[in-house]
């Protein structure tokens, strides 16, 4: 499971003014990540990633940030939940970045028939191994991130992806979870992580991001929990 370093606020200032990359994110004590952020940081260091590594999950993941020591009760929590995961669907890419936790399912863990949205048997059995986790970790909001190669029109991609995510959010909802955790968004073809040249790599564009936070009461109870 990868874990990505967030700096504290001087330093976001400073890669913010400095650089736009973000190779020089290393492994870090998960404490400090949520202790070394603030909200307005977060958000700056959010959108940052986002754009400079062409991740919108990752960069809403880093960008809902509380920051103190409130922030490093949460991630301590999202430690926990992200190990859950990764022992869940192994095949899954789980990232922990600042207090939330980057997910990727790429094709073989989410499937979907060509040019639909319809989820297959298989992509239901894996989004089922979720389940015990999201449930157990109910005080999170989770957006859906729908991605696809770059076959076909940018337009149809686009409408293909938004209706995918929503399918993956559907599926969830149909099985118990709360909607209002949910938002989805459909980037089509933009963002790809692997070439589009071949059939591999448009394998891997073919994929369903989560970026998971904490929602309003697991802040109010972090908070809380710092102030003792």
């Given at each position: 499971?990868?874990?990505?370093?967030?700096?504290?606020?001087?330093?976001?200032?400073?890669?913010?003014?400095?650089?736009?990359?973000?190779?020089?994110?290393?492994?870090?004590?998960?404490?400090?990540?949520?202790?070394?952020?603030?909200?307005?940081?977060?958000?700056?260091?959010?959108?940052?990633?986002?754009?400079?590594?062409?991740?919108?999950?990752?960069?809403?993941?880093?960008?809902?940030?509380?920051?103190?020591?409130?922030?490093?009760?949460?991630?301590?929590?999202?430690?926990?939940q992200a190990r859950e995961i990764d022992q869940a669907l192994p095949?899954?890419?789980?990232?922990?970045?600042?207090?939330?936790?980057?997910?990727?399912?790429?094709?073989?863990?989410?499937?979907?028939?060509?040019?639909?949205?319809?989820?297959?048997?298989?992509?239901?059995?894996?989004?089922?191994?979720?389940?015990?986790?999201?449930?157990?970790y109910s005080d999170t909001n989770i957006e859906i991130f729908g991605y696809t190669d770059s076959t076909g029109s940018p337009e149809f991609n686009l409408t293909l992806s938004q209706k995918r995510a929503a399918s993956v959010k559907d599926y969830l909802v149909s099985k118990g979870l709360v909607a209002s955790r949910f938002k989805t968004t459909g980037l089509g073809i933009e963002q790809p992580i692997a070439t589009n040249d071949t059939p591999e790599g448009r394998s891997q564009n073919r994929r369903v991001e989560f970026a998971i936070t904490a929602n309003d009461k697991m802040k109010e109870d972090a908070k809380k929990e710092a102030g003792k």
């Open positions: 499971m990868k874990k990505i370093t967030i700096f504290g606020l001087v330093s976001l200032l400073v890669l913010a003014n400095l650089t736009t990359s973000c190779s020089s994110i290393k492994n870090a004590n998960n404490t400090q990540k949520g202790a070394g952020i603030g909200v307005a940081a977060g958000a700056l260091i959010g959108g940052l990633i986002g754009a400079s590594s062409g991740n919108a999950a990752a960069g809403a993941a880093i960008g809902a940030a509380v920051g103190g020591v409130a922030g490093g009760v949460i991630g301590n929590k999202m430690d926990k095949g899954a890419d789980v990232e922990r970045v600042g207090e939330g936790i980057h997910l990727t399912l790429k094709e073989d863990s989410v499937l979907f028939d060509t040019n639909k949205a319809s989820l297959t048997a298989k992509a239901k059995a894996n989004l089922d191994k979720l389940l015990p986790v999201f449930n157990e």
